[in-house]
């Protein structure tokens, strides 16, 4: 059982590309799809599937016994996220939030 990425989920088509590339999509049997990472996770947590996730999200998981990692290194990907915002001033709470997530 195959838990999935939605297709307005661009976290999807990476994990789309891999499946892919790998020739698993005849051996995953697709039975839930959702958008958001933590959806999937629970539905995992619960027993009823399998799914790529963010290593930021399972680790605990993992470590706590609850999760396995499946698969070997060429089935993961590696991904940055990066926020772009027009140059000059926005409103209050844009300034806000891009000051919060601001690391310099």
Known sequence: PYLRFGPEAPL???VESIVAASGL???LNP???NAMSGALRMRVREGLGLAWLPASL???DIDAGLMAVAGG???Q???SVRLHRMNGRANPLVERIWQHLDPG
Request: glycine share 6%.
């Open 77 to 79: 990907r590696t991904l």
């Open 58 to 60: 399972v680790e605990p």
């Open 73 to 75: 290194e060429e089935h």
């Open 12 to 14: 999807g088509w990476h």
């Open 31 to 33: 039975v839930y799809e």
């Open 25 to 27: 999509r005849e051996r």
